[in-house]
């Protein structure tokens, strides 16, 4: 089956930089979107970037300018570059691998982002 595990969360200071990263297992990495959300306390996830198979991006608009997105076919990996770091991005960040065409819809477990002051 599908799995995605994250890493690359952890407490870093404002303005600072993570690098977070998600690896697929268990189907073909190239054909999906991959996409990072994140969900502060008391809120709902939201998108924050994807790319799809074609390598196009999206973001979320308090992020543009500061993150971005890649990803490696060849080590089954999507990254999220987290540069300039503001405290109100303290959240769990989940990785999420789907392909629109057959429904297929996966998820991490999430890795916890903390931003301080």
């Known amino acids: 089956q599908v799995q995605l595990v994250e890493s690359g969360g952890g407490p870093v200071q404002a303005g600072g930089s993570l690098r977070l990263s998600c690896v697929l297992s268990g189907s073909i990495f190239r054909l999906y979107t991959m996409g990072w959300y994140r969900q502060a306390p008391g809120k709902q996830r939201d998108l924050v970037a994807a790319?799809?198979?074609?390598?196009?991006?999206t973001y979320v608009d308090s992020v543009k300018g500061r993150f971005t997105i890649t990803r490696d076919n060849a080590k089954n990996t999507a990254y999220l570059q987290m540069n300039s770091l503001k405290p109100e991005a303290t959240a769990v960040y989940y990785c999420?691998?789907?392909?629109?065409?057959?429904?297929?819809?996966?998820w991490g477990k999430g890795t916890l982002v903390t931003v301080s002051t």
């Open positions: 999420n691998a789907r392909i629109a065409t057959n429904l297929e819809n996966y």
């Open positions: 790319i799809t198979s074609a390598d196009a991006t």
